[in-house]
Nanobody, 125 residues
Framework: QVHLVESGGGLVQAGDSLRLSCTASESSFGGYTVAWFRQAPGKERDIVAAIRWSGGNVYYEDSVKGRFTISKDYATNSVNLQMNSLKSQDTAVYYC??????????????????WGPGTQVTISS
């Protein structure tokens, strides 16, 4: 069992930055893929970025490429999402998810076993 805790959401202005963190309490991410999904009001939940805890594979959804960076912190057993140049379209609830995924199916929600409760990110224009 992996319990995920997200932090770092909030309300900022367009063009600002936020850093989200996902920590696995009482366990490790070892052997898993860790991803960030987001769900905007009235829309489906979609993947934003993903990273293999062991290895160098990284994935970004097209709309965040060049603005968001996903990274691993072995010291704190966390996966971070640095979000720069935020836009109003980035407003959503952001979820951390963990699973043993195949890379070709990285964006499929059903590939992830564990989910955090979500953190709200609101961008004002």
């Amino acid at each position: 069992q992996v319990h995920l805790v997200e932090s770092g959401g909030g309300l900022v202005q367009a063009g600002d930055s936020l850093r989200l963190s996902c920590t696995a309490s009482e366990s490790s991410f070892g052997g898993y893929t860790v991803a960030w999904f987001r769900q905007a009001p009235g829309k489906e939940r979609d993947i934003v970025a993903a990273i293999r805890w062991s290895g160098g594979n990284v994935y970004y959804e097209d709309s965040v490429k060049g603005r968001f960076t996903i990274s691993k912190d072995y010291a704190t057993n966390s996966v971070n999402l640095q979000m720069n140049s935020l836009k109003s379209q980035d407003t959503a609830v952001y979820y951390c998810a963990v699973g043993r995924t195949i890379w070709s199916a990285i964006s499929r929600e059903d590939m992830y076993y564990y989910w955090g409760p979500g953190t709200q990110v609101t961008i004002s224009s």
